[in-house]
T-cell receptor
Framework: SAVISQKPSRDICQRGTSLTIQCQVD?????MFWYRQQPGQSLTLIAT?????????ESGFVIDKFPISRPNLTFSTLTVSNMSPEDSSIYLC????????????FGEGSRLTVL | QKEVEQNSGPLSVPEGAIASLNCTYS??????FFWYRQYSGKSPELIMS????GDKEDGRFTAQLNKASQYVSLLIRDSQPSDSATYLC??????????FGPGTRLSVLP
């Protein structure tokens, strides 16, 4: 299994500010996934980050609001821009198993509260 | 719209009983199926995967898949209080993204 480190683990942010979440994986992976989990709800995919190319965003998510960087095969960042209280959520970084296709491993998540 | 549905619960079972968690999915092209466990305040962790029709057993856990009925279930035998968590069903069609269900909250009562 992959070891995924995320930071910050939690933060309290003011409306209108932006926050960047970092995700570090202990092995090289082709794709990294960013999910959002709003309170009491399941996981929603925000975007898929491939090294060396633009991230692919899911319906309802746009690059201006959630810019993503993927500078190498072990690291990615997700920025939540111009935050509002509706962005209060847990943001999870995820990678796919290199052994068993389709199995996902998740970081510990970043819990954001926007006031 | 590809969907995965689960009963939100909470599902309460006494310690030692069998907990049965159910999941249905809409995409007939789905090829891989997963159950994740998520403790409160923690990230999801994979507990079972199943790819073909029938049963797959791993310790106290059994996953059951019926592609004709578009149905996948998870049985937890000899339920323990430590099994209390939210269980997420996830479905994947190779080359496409995972779709997660809303999760079923399980409570195992001592």
């Amino acid at each position: 299994s992959a070891v995924i480190s995320q930071k910050p683990s939690r933060d309290i942010c003011q409306r209108g500010t932006s926050l960047t979440i970092q995700c570090q994986v202990d092995s090289q992976v082709t794709m990294m996934f960013w999910y959002r989990q709003q309170p009491g709800q399941s996981l929603t995919l925000i975007a898929t980050a491939n090294q060396g190319s633009e991230a692919t965003y899911e319906s309802g998510f746009v690059i201006d609001k959630f810019p993503i960087s993927r500078p190498n095969l072990t690291f990615s960042t997700l920025t939540v821009s111009n935050m509002s209280p509706e962005d209060s959520s847990i943001y999870l970084c995820s990678v796919e198993s290199q052994v068993h296709t389709g199995e996902l491993f998740f970081g510990e998540g970043s819990r954001l509260t926007v006031l | 719209q590809k969907e995965v549905e689960q009963n939100s619960g909470p599902l309460s079972v006494p310690e030692g009983a069998i907990a049965s968690l159910n999941c249905t999915y809409s995409d007939r092209g789905s090829q891989s199926f997963f159950w994740y466990r998520q403790y409160s305040g923690k990230s999801p962790e994979l507990i079972m995967s199943i790819y073909s029709n029938g049963d797959k057993e791993d310790g106290r856990f059994t996953a059951q898949l019926n592609k004709a009925s578009q149905y996948v279930s998870l049985l937890i035998r000899d339920s323990q209080p430590s099994d209390s968590a939210t269980y997420l069903c996830a479905v994947n069609n190779y080359g496409q993204n995972f779709v997660f269900g809303p999760g079923t909250r399980l409570s195992v009562l001592p």
